[in-house]
């Protein structure tokens, strides 16, 4: 069974970091692209992070960038997202998502084959 499980949310205060975990189930995560997304009330899906499947290049979003590093674990199927310095406006249900083979990650969320149920992360001012 092919499943996704994200942890590591939680409420956290202004400046403060968490490390968001997503594991997979069903599959090999090398054979995948990883991304993070995120989605605020009333707000659309925006890529935060992703890995490309192969050369292990990255991208960011300007607004995480030199805050949240994407990792992955192969040998334990599992991507990370360590998130430093956090901000009011990071808050979020955050998600996790892979894509079959793709050697050049980017965030157009439409072309993700998998997603996990979504971590809330929540941080105060």
């Known amino acids: 069974q092919v499943q996704l499980v994200e942890s590591g949310g939680g409420l956290v205060q202004a400046g403060g970091s968490l490390r968001l975990a997503c594991t997979a189930s069903?599959?090999?995560?090398?054979?995948?692209?990883v991304a993070w997304f995120r989605q605020a009330p009333g707000k659309q899906r925006e890529g935060v992070s992703c890995?490309?499947?192969?050369?292990?290049?990255?991208l960011y979003a300007d607004s995480v960038k030199g805050r949240f590093t994407i990792s992955r674990d192969n040998a334990k199927n599992t991507v990370y997202l360590q998130m430093n310095s956090l901000k009011p406006e990071d808050t979020a249900v955050y998600y996790c998502?892979?894509?079959?083979?793709?050697?050049?990650?980017?965030?157009?969320?439409?072309?993700?084959?998998?997603w996990g149920q979504g971590t809330q992360v929540t941080v105060s001012s």
């Open positions: 998502a892979l894509e079959y083979y793709e050697r050049q990650c980017a965030f157009h969320f439409t072309e993700y084959d998998y």
């Open positions: 069903g599959f090999t995560l090398g054979d995948y692209a």
């Open positions: 890995e490309s499947m192969s050369d292990g290049s990255t």
